[in-house]
């Protein structure tokens, strides 16, 4: 057991301890003091074992002298994604006595008080052989899954990755949200003003805000015939490491959630963000274009796209054109020659299973994803159980995908007319 996790282990044996006391009904004054002491000494390993987990993360991270002989093939990291994958299962199916020295465990260090009280969920699974939270994905093979993904996702491709180092990052968010004719809301507080030569400056002042990205748990669940297990590496890269295992599934997921989050335990998604600015249906259960001509005066940005779900496609393919020009009658969008186009009015636009059926609020967005902040923690884990479908001859494993997401702005802006409201994310209402 390396350092850092013999540190974290005995800080989480005296918040247990700590707790059992605190626990008891008639504690005495003296035992209540003893789990103030062992608290504090919880603590104080826990402070340690950060500041020498950063320590060695930055050991690790500087370059290797010139001159000095670089480490084998396959000494200082995994091959293959399967290669990974079979390193993990050998740890657990031997119990810990076949340990990998590349296998790096993860522990989240702000969630370690926490998980002495008992409420780890990931270690229900394995019976916890391995690491209290599984096993980091290597960053490369890391790199290499969620390079799989970017092209399965709307969002993701788009949007402002911030890389997290912790479970939660503070981010500034300028107040763009005060009124006032004659004055842009877009600089958060700051006012020019026009004076004579020599005069004095009037004063202003940024006005700011704070919004915390918080890296929520997404877990990928699935059993693989052991048959499968010992066949080649490759096989098992293929498996689990394509569109369709585990960077697929996690694509899917957390793009719903980019678009569709509530932010309550999972990413804030768009369509109903507080910043978002809903326009109204022309006419129930469908889109016109007279709706996106609405929705394209109430956006704000310079990288537009439209994200469409994919039953409006044959709606727009339909759709004809302004009754004053010599569209009239015609249809608007698409050639029967040339096929679909992948603009619409001048905007890419694309089509997806993640938003709501037609006629419902944001069965279509307008939206420059750039002014979406995604927190990406990059500290996926792996973890195995040959034990949950002994009896199918299978194995479980379960990747825990660790991200938040939410716009930045807090509320649509207000035009120096006063009354003009714009947003980077527009929708239509019901």
């Given at each position: ?9 005995r800080a989480q044996s005296l918040f247990g301890q700590a707790k059992d006391i ?220 394509g569109p369709l295992g585990f960077p697929g599934a996690i694509a899917w997921a ?177």
């Amino acid at each position: 057991m390396s350092a850092v996790a013999e540190m974290l282990a005995r800080a989480q044996s005296l918040f247990g301890q700590a707790k059992d006391i605190l626990l008891k009904p008639d504690a005495t004054a003296e035992e209540l003091a003893q789990a103030e002491s062992l608290k504090k000494e919880a603590e104080g390993l826990k402070a340690r074992a950060s500041q020498l987990k950063e320590i060695e993360m930055a050991e690790a991270a500087l370059p290797q002298p010139e001159g000095q002989p670089q480490p084998e093939a396959g000494k200082s990291g995994f091959k293959t994604w399967g290669d990974f994958v079979k390193a993990v299962t050998r740890e657990y199916t031997s119990k810990g006595r076949e340990r990998d020295s590349r296998l790096v465990e993860f522990y989240d260090l702000d969630e370690l008080a926490k998980d002495a009280t008992g409420r780890n969920g990931q270690k229900d699974m394995s019976g916890n052989v391995g690491a209290s939270g599984g096993f980091l994905i290597p960053q490369q093979t890391y790199s290499e899954l969620m390079a799989v993904a970017a092209p399965l996702s709307v969002v993701r491709s788009r949007a402002t990755i911030i890389r997290m180092a912790r479970r939660q990052v503070p981010m500034p968010v300028l107040d763009q949200t005060k009124a006032e004719a004659g004055k842009a809301a877009f600089f958060g507080g700051i006012d020019v003003f026009w004076q004579e030569e020599a005069a004095e400056t009037d004063d202003s002042e940024p006005s700011f805000k704070q919004a915390t990205l918080t890296a929520h748990e997404l877990a990928g669940y699935t059993l693989v015939p052991n048959s499968l297990l010992a066949d080649a590496e490759t096989s098992l890269t293929d498996f689990l490491g394509g569109p369709l295992g585990f960077p697929g599934a996690i694509a899917w997921a957390e793009d719903y959630a980019f678009l569709r989050g509530s932010g309550v335990g999972k990413p804030q998604g768009v369509v109903d963000a507080p910043c978002t600015v809903a326009t109204t249906r022309t006419t129930g259960g469908t889109v016109k274009y007279d709706d996106l001509v609405e929705m394209m005066s109430r956006h704000l940005g310079a990288r537009p796209v439209w994200v469409a779900n994919q039953a409006l496609k044959k709606t727009l393919m339909l759709m004809a054109g302004p009754t004053a020009t010599n569209y009239a009658g015609a249809y608007l969008w698409g050639n029967p020659a040339q096929g679909i186009p992948d603009t619409l009015l001048g905007y890419p636009i694309l089509f997806t299973d993640k938003l709501p059926a037609l006629g419902a609020r944001g069965d279509i967005v307008l939206a420059d994803f750039t002014y979406y902040m995604l927190g990406d923690r990059q500290a996926g884990t792996v973890d195995t159980s040959t034990e949950e479908k002994f009896r199918t001859n299978k194995t479980a494993f379960r990747i825990i995908h660790r991200v938040d997401g939410q716009p930045w702005m807090k509320a649509p802006i207000t035009l120096a007319d006063g009354s003009t409201t714009v947003s980077p994310f527009v929708v239509i209402a019901a």
